[in-house]
């Protein structure tokens, strides 16, 4: 005779391997969230998000500054260079630079030159003769710039009563080609706190 203890064990023996099957069968659920939104993860590190969201900052920041408005000729034309990535975390700058372009471009107050800038040697003013041969037709023609946008992401740690703060500064500057002055600059920063608990992070 079989005793109800028996019984238990071999239907958790049969239950137990089917309700395994089923687990493994489940499909995790995904959904659509806006970057920008309450929704989107925030963690204790930078992301990508922190980076829009600056970047975003920067650009409107230059627009309201009138600076682009005071170009020779309109729309004023921009030479965007690399973004120095001095922070020991890995960033797409690729992405950054892109999200900048497209949110000039659309003001329609910036055109922005291909042939100068964004990973190569940016146009600095000991070039500006040489550029005024493109524009007269000595050379090849070439719309010259009338300006240079550079960008520099730095970073800064600081450790203190085991809450240890990352300072992430986005660092723009739009400067003259004609005669290599800064005419606008600005940053931005963003701070992230963690601290260490008794039972680890």
């Known amino acids: 005779m079989i005793t109800s203890s028996i019984k238990t064990a071999l239907l958790a023996g049969v239950l137990l391997p089917t309700a ?9 659920q995904v959904r659509v969230v ?3 939104g309450t929704q989107s993860l925030n963690t204790s590190g930078i992301n990508s998000q922190d980076w829009a ?3 975003d900052q920067l650009v409107n920041s230059l627009l309201t500054s009138g600076a682009l408005d005071r170009a020779p000729t309109q729309p004023a ?3 965007i260079d690399r973004i120095i990535n001095n922070t020991n975390i890995n960033v797409d700058t690729d992405l950054l630079i892109k999200k900048i372009r497209v949110a000039l471009s659309q003001t329609g107050k910036v055109a922005i030159t291909n042939t100068m800038g964004l990973g190569e040697r940016a146009v600095v003013a000991s070039e500006a003769s040489e550029l005024d041969e493109m524009m007269t037709g000595k050379k090849a023609k070439v719309i010259a710039p009338h300006y240079t946008l550079y960008a520099k992401l730095i970073q800064q ?3 203190l009563n085991g809450v240890t703060q990352n300072t992430y500064t986005f660092q723009m500057s739009l400067v003259s080609v004609k005669n290599g ?10 701070a992230k706190q963690s601290k260490r608990s008794a039972v680890g992070w």
């Open 20 to 28: 395994v099957i089923f687990t493994g069968c489940q499909s995790s």
């Open 53 to 55: 969201n600056a970047a």
């Open 181 to 190: 002055l800064t005419v606008w600059e600005e940053e931005r920063e963003i």
């Open 77 to 79: 034309v921009l030479a």
């Open 157 to 159: 740690r600081d450790t």
């Open 34 to 36: 806006d970057s920008k």
